[in-house]
């Protein structure tokens, strides 16, 4: 089982910047894709971004051109880099990472508001 632990959220005011982290541990793992997703209140959880251990990235449209993923192998973590933040970017961001074939362990979420 893989461990995830967050940090990086908070309050910001409508075009800061905020930069999440999320640092994976346990035993016998190799992790092949590292990511994040959010959730709104009342509303699904959606996926943000996504990076794979060969450093291939994928982004949801809502945060193109605005947030960077990017991730250190070395320390198994995974960094959110977000920029030009609206409020609609207010909600929980949880990290996953992703085992073979397709086994998903999950952080505990992080909060993030952004104040118009």
């Known amino acids: 089982q893989v461990q995830l632990v967050e940090s990086g959220g908070g309050l910001v005011q409508a075009g800061g910047s905020l930069r999440l982290s999320c640092t994976a541990s346990?035993?016998?793992?190799?992790?092949?894709?590292m990511g994040w997703y959010r959730q709104a209140p009342g509303k699904q959880r959606d996926l943000v971004a996504t990076?794979?251990?060969?450093?291939?990235?994928n982004y949801a449209d809502s945060v193109k051109g605005r947030v960077t993923i990017s991730r250190d192998g070395a320390r198994n973590t995974v960094y959110l880099q977000m920029n030009s933040l609206k409020p609609e970017d207010t909600a929980v961001y949880y990290c996953?990472?992703?085992?073979?074939?397709?086994?998903?362990?999950w952080g505990q979420g992080t909060q993030v508001t952004v104040a118009s």
């Open positions: 990076i794979t251990n060969i450093g291939s990235t």
């Open positions: 996953f990472a992703q085992r073979p074939p397709s086994m998903r362990s």
């Open positions: 346990g035993s016998d793992f190799s992790i092949n894709v």
